[in-house]
Each structure stands twice: as C-alpha cells, then as structure tokens.
C-alpha cells in the first residue's frame, strides 16, 4: 500500500480493457473527437485512433464512458495529462495547439525549401 501510495498508483482507474475501447470508438464511429479525423475513412488512420481519457487517468480521471472518448494519437499526446473543465475546453485547446504546430511546420518547409532552391542554382 505504501509503494502504491509512493507511486502514485492509489486510486487510479484500471487500464481499459479492449472491451472497453471498442465499445467508445464504435460509439465515436471511430472519428477523432477533438480533430475529427476519420477513422473509418482508411486503413492508415484507423491505425492511430485511440481512446482518451478526457480527465486524465494520471489525474484520477474516471474510467466512465462519459469521460472517455475517441482520439487520434497526435490528439491524444497534445492533451497529454492537462486537465480541462470539459472536453469542449480540451478540443479548443488541442485544435488550438495544432494551428500553432502547423503554422511552424509551414513556416519550416518555407525555409527549407528556399534554401533548397538556393543551393540548387
Ligand atoms: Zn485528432
């Protein structure tokens, strides 16, 4: 029990079984809650979906299925273990986290490529 305690083990949700995920990414029709990436749409993006916990288990978020939904892995690790009022205040931050990444990831491939164009002459 001490150990437990050390750890930080005491009173986290179990792990969910595959029973469990299942049941919240056919409820989701495996679509991604926060970016709405589909799921179903293709092998490749059905390898990535996973289910969240909208409040952390890490933060004793329950193992309840309101409080679990259906994620892309990309989604998933933005929100990490931050801890939201509501999965409405999670989707904006992690769509918000994502325009960000996308702005650098272009801003990136602009200088990459204008350098590239540079040394090609
Ligand atoms: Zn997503």
Redesign the pocket.
Known sequence: MAIKKLLGLNRLAKPLTSEEGRRVLERDQYR?Q??G?DGMSSFENSLIMTVDFVHPRARKGAKTLNNLVT??R??NVIKGRRVFKNLEGAKAYVLERRAELQKDWEDKMTRLRARAATVSK
């Open positions: 991604c926060y970016c990436l994620a892309c990309p989604c």
